[in-house]
């Protein structure tokens, strides 16, 4: 069952949303060669705690931490450890979730440490832009498969592939809830889109294969073929029939300045 959110939801939703934000951008600031992900999901955890808001992922399903780390060839949910020094080079996607007044926030944007290769900042680049394409489709009257086509048609068409196994999903009293949302499909498919609605649309793009395999760990996902994977998320309201976007790249673009993708 989907839920439709009121006005009054919505901005308790962004609220979530502003602090899941605002904790990225402390990520922005700490991210640099040398920096374990460990300390980065503690300085997050304080953070979004001291704003009031519990971390949402922190025990969901059983996940141990924060934010999800996800380095170079691992796509989504690794996990924070003070043995994973970050190296010139790598990069690092954080997905972080807060939770207050009983709703989630839920945004994930993928940094560059250093000196990246152009071909994986190009990878970064357009997944960024799928995810705009996305929530450009993200309107009332039309379809969750105009979402998923625009993404996929997007990256596909820079030879890139698009991550079939996970998805992204409605957001709102809880983390994850109806409807799917994947970042494929097929124009005029799938659930109809109606304000209300509020969802998190999250391409998980890869620079090689879209096949994944899990880490030994039981959480991480990573490419077969170790190339790299993006992730970018935003969590998004269908309000008076168009996108509104409630969480924001802004902060942590202020934070890298001319250093952003
Ligand atoms: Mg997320
Ligand atoms: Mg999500």
């Given at each position: ?8 939801e ?8 502003q ?48 934010i ?39 945004s ?29 489709q ?7 498969g ?46 109809m ?53 409630l ?8 934070i ?6």
């Amino acid at each position: 069952m989907i839920f439709l959110k009121s006005d009054e939801e919505i901005e308790l939703l962004r609220i979530s949303n502003q602090i899941v934000a605002k904790t990225l951008a402390e990520m922005a600031k700490l991210i640099e060669p040398g920096i374990s992900t460990g300390q980065l999901d503690k300085v997050a955890e304080e953070f979004i705690r001291d704003h009031g808001a519990v971390p949402g992922f922190l025990g969901y399903g059983g996940f141990p931490k924060s934010i999800c780390t996800s380095v170079n060839e691992q796509v989504v949910h690794g996990i924070p450890s003070e043995k994973v020094i970050l190296e010139d080079g790598d990069i690092i996607s954080v997905d972080c979730g807060a939770f207050i007044n009983g709703f989630h926030g839920d945004s994930a944007y993928t940094f560059c440490v250093g000196n990246v290769k152009q071909e994986t900042r190009d990878l970064l680049r357009a997944t960024k832009e799928s995810l705009y394409k996305g929530i450009e489709q993200a309107e009332e009257g039309r379809r969750l498969g105009d979402i998923g086509f625009a993404i996929q048609h997007y990256c596909e068409e820079r030879k890139y592939s698009v991550v079939r196994e996970m998805i992204g999903h409605g957001v709102g009293r809880n983390l994850h809830e109806a409807p799917e949302v994947p970042n494929y499909g097929r124009k005029g498919n799938g659930v109809m889109l109606k304000s209300g609605m509020t969802i998190a649309i999250e391409p998980m793009i890869n620079l090689g294969s879209r096949n994944l395999v899990f880490e030994k760990d039981g959480w991480t996902t990573r490419t077969l073929d170790r190339k790299p994977s993006a992730h970018f998320e935003h969590s998004i309201a269908i309000r008076r029939g168009k996108a509104d976007i409630l969480s924001s790249f802004e902060y942590i673009e202020q934070i890298l300045g001319n250093k952003a993708i």
